[in-house]
C-alpha cells in the first residue's frame, strides 16, 4: 500500500529551523518525482520544492535560499531543511509523489507554526 507519513513539525520562533519528513512506503522515493506542498488557513495549497528523479531540485520563489529539499533513499524518506522560518511559512505542510500520471493520496500533513 503506498503511504506518505509527514512529521517533524512544530512551533518556531521567527529565524528558526525545522526539518520536516515525509516517510514512504509500499514505493520507492528514488523512482518518483517528489513534491512538498503547504497549505496557510484561508489560502490555497501551494508548491513549496520538488525533488526530481536524479535529484535536481526547484523551489518556490518565497522559499528559495531559505528551504533545501533531500532525500534519503536509505531511509526511503524526503526532507524539507527549513532555516530562517518567517511567520507567513505557517502552514500545513505536505508531502506528494508522482510518477507519470500517477501521484499518491495527500497525507495529514505536518503543521508548522512560526510565531514568537
Known amino acids: 500500500q503506498v503511504q506518505l507519513a509527514e512529521s517533524g513539525g512544530g512551533l518556531v520562533q521567527p529565524g528558526g529551523s525545522l526539518r520536516l519528513s515525509c516517510a514512504a512506503s509500499g514505493f520507492t522515493v528514488s523512482s518518483y518525482v517528489m513534491y512538498w506542498y503547504r497549505q496557510a488557513p484561508g489560502k490555497e495549497r501551494e508548491l513549496v520544492a520538488t525533488?526530481?528523479?536524479?535529484?535536481?531540485?526547484n523551489y518556490a520563489d518565497s522559499v528559495k535560499g531559505r528551504f533545501t529539499i533531500s532525500s534519503d533513499n536509505a531511509k526511503n524518506t524526503v526532507y524539507l531543511q527549513m532555516n530562517g522560518l518567517k511567520p507567513e511559512d505557517t502552514a500545513v505542510y505536505y508531502c506528494?509523489?508522482?510518477?507519470?500520471?500517477?501521484?499518491?493520496?495527500w497525507g495529514q500533513g505536518t503543521q508548522v507554526t512560526v510565531s514568537s
Open positions: 506528494k509523489a508522482r510518477r507519470g500520471l500517477s501521484t499518491t493520496n
Open positions: 525533488i526530481n528523479i536524479g535529484g535536481s531540485t
